[in-house]
């Protein structure tokens, strides 16, 4: 099976996951877990294998993570290599809802290697941009 594991800070991960959920419905395949304020590497670390413990060695991983080089993406990695799993995973950095449904998407469609990043890569870049507004004049009487 091929996984999708969501990690981020604060409660972001989680609630892309149920965002996800929302519009798509529920994915045995995508996995969430967020590291909370107050809450320590090894705690994050203890819950988070209990996250991870249905991925086996024979699947592979896609995780998304908030920031690349905090504590919740490094240390999930970390995790994985104790799994065996770094070789079957690719990761990424800026989570963002576009990024995860692209992810989702390109699993369930059978994309992989290149391609594959490409098009989270691709999707996350077009989601991040400004919203042009265009206002007239009566428009800005209301503001």
């Known amino acids: 099976m091929r996984y999708l594991l969501l990690v981020s800070h604060g409660t972001m991960a989680p609630g892309v996951h149920s965002v996800i959920r929302m519009l798509l419905g529920d994915r045995d395949f995508v996995l969430s877990y967020s590291m909370e304020d107050g809450v320590s590497a090894d705690a994050f670390v203890a819950e988070l294998e209990r996250v991870v413990a249905p991925i086996e ?13 905090g504590s919740p ?4 990695l970390n995790v994985l290599t104790q799994k065996g799993l770094l070789a079957n ?19 369930e469609d059978g994309l992989a290697g290149d391609e ?16 042009e507004l265009a206002l007239d004049d009566d428009d800005e009487e209301d503001l």
């Open 116 to 131: 594959f990043v490409q098009n989270v890569v691709n999707e996350a870049r077009e989601g991040a941009r400004m919203v």
């Open 73 to 76: 993406l490094t240390n999930t």
């Open 57 to 69: 060695a024979s699947d592979s991983v896609v995780v998304l993570g908030d920031i690349v080089g």
């Open 89 to 107: 995973t690719v990761a990424f950095g800026g989570l963002s809802l576009p990024m995860a449904i692209s992810a989702l998407m390109g699993i």
